[in-house]
């Protein structure tokens, strides 16, 4: 029998702005749109009232490390994705640095069959990038899944680094996958290293990775790429004047950032938060803020990703510098920025376009857009609807938040993913132990149709 859902009552959103529409899903991808009122036609298997909710596209999370396989007293891809889910985050990209890094064929394939058998939600593995791996990275593309190449310029968790210009130009010039960087020098880092030696507390975290640290290696990268033709993308930017850079240089570099570095800054995260607000690149001070907030709303700024990098809170206590770099963020994501909405900081159609449209864009999906043909990935968000973020709600394993005890407004209700309810009032709906029949592997691909709202 087919399926077909029916979502009325709701208001539709996109980034050109919101209409009053009836969905109608066919099986996995969005069947039509209709004025309320009018009667489908067909039989229905399922009717969800929208009355009163937000219909926005599924999140695409284009940052997460789920730390699996190796690493999962930390975290795993079915808690991870847990947390996904109950954060409208409808679709995850995955990181290479578990352990073993994901630098091979049968690494990847290894993540998508431990995913087919136990993610909660569509999902997309990024391959890491090594000296050595270059035909591993040539013949990424071929492995549906496969999301794109990942290179760490700067050592953070885990044990891929690489920072040769020669080998990235290679990389650059013979790969087709996206690359997404994480931008900070690494010879400026091993320079300054006593800085982190000798560190009296973990404020001194910024100190060493600092604003210069950054803005080096994002400058070295760009004028790569532009050498070679290649366009790139840059992860959680940390600094105004990578931001004010990167506004000059948009023609083949993209970038995002983080919810964190939107909401934290230094030094009170750190006298609050201690360790737990330590990460790669660090959070800072409140003028390299603001800078993020106008790159985002200048539009130099491409995609909001989580940089979901979950610890253990014993890890994290340990102190400054022995405490792992990494903070949460896959189930908070959309909350927190929901509440920048209620407050009226940012527009809900550009949130949308920075979490929905920008990386289905980026990365070729048929998602991230409610029209015809397009995969049925939405969430239904009660605008109203308050939210108090606590570390005992988190699915993740590690089980904690930087943002327990914030109070957000604006919560996503329920979740459908290729055209099944996954989340219905906050109620995860009770998944078969293989839950291939609801999530699929992602992998780039050109997008078959164009939005029309």
């Known amino acids: 029998m087919t399926t077909r ?3 009325k009552g709701g208001v539709v959103w996109s980034s050109g702005g919101h209409h009053r529409k009836d969905i109608i899903t066919c099986e996995h991808v969005i069947e039509e749109l209709r004025d309320p009122g009018s009667v489908p036609t067909g039989e229905i298997t399922e009717v969800i009232d929208a009355q ?3 219909v926005m ?3 695409i999370d284009s940052q997460v490390h ?5 690493l999962e007293h930390k975290e795993t891809l079915k808690t991870g994705s847990l947390g996904a889910l109950l954060g409208g985050v409808t679709t995850f990209l995955e990181m290479p640095n578990t352990s073993p890094s994901t630098t091979s064929k049968a690494a990847l394939e290894d993540k998508l069959e431990r995913a087919r058998r136990s993610s909660y939600t569509n999902y997309g593995f990024f391959i890491g990038a090594t000296k050595d791996n270059l035909v591993s990275l040539k013949e990424a593309h071929q492995i549906p899944g496969c999301c794109g190449i990942k290179i760490f310029l700067g050592s953070s968790t885990g044990d891929l680094l690489l920072y040769d210009p020669q080998v990235l130009e290679n990389i650059f010039l013979n790969t087709t996958l996206p690359i997404s960087i994480h931008s900070e020098d690494e010879t400026r880092l091993r320079e300054r290293r006593n800085l982190r030696d000798n560190a009296q507390s973990v404020h001194d975290h910024e100190r060493w990775r600092d604003r210069e640290t950054a803005l080096r290696s994002t400058k070295m990268v760009v004028e790569l790429a532009k050498k070679c033709g290649r366009k790139i993308h840059i992860l959680h930017i940390s600094t105004k004047d990578e931001i004010n850079f990167l506004s000059q240089h948009q023609d083949l570099i993209s970038c995002e950032v983080t919810p964190q570095h939107l909401t934290l ?12 607000a330590q990460m790669n690149p660090p959070i800072r001070s409140i003028d390299h ?3 993020l907030w106008q790159g985002i709303f200048d539009r130099t700024v491409k995609i909001i990703g989580s940089d979901h990098a979950p610890h253990t809170l014993a890890e994290k206590s340990v102190p400054y510098p022995g405490s792992p770099s990494g903070i949460t963020g896959v189930q908070t994501m959309l909350p927190l920025m929901l509440n920048y909405v209620s407050q009226k900081k940012l527009s809900l159609p550009r949130l949308i376009e920075l979490i929905c449209e920008n990386p289905a864009r980026h990365f070729a999906f048929n998602k991230g857009f409610i029209a015809p043909g397009y995969d049925a990935d939405l969430v239904l968000i009660n605008p109203q609807k308050q939210l108090t973020l606590k570390n005992e709600d988190m699915a993740s394993q590690s089980a904690w938040t930087p943002f327990h005890g914030l109070r957000v407004t604006g919560c996503p209700d329920t979740v459908i993913i290729g055209g099944k309810v996954a989340m ?3 109620q995860v709906m009770e998944l078969a132990t293989d839950m291939s029949y609801l999530n699929r592997a992602i992998g780039p691909r050109p997008a078959i149709r164009k939005p029309i709202l």
């Open 265 to 276: 800054f230094a030094p009170d995260c750190y006298d609050q938060l201690g360790t737990l």
């Open 66 to 70: 789920f730390r699996e396989p190796g």
């Open 57 to 59: 596209p599924g999140v």
């Open 424 to 426: 219905k009032n906050r």
């Open 5 to 7: 859902l029916m979502i």
């Open 289 to 291: 803020q603001d800078g």
């Open 52 to 54: 009163g909710y937000w």
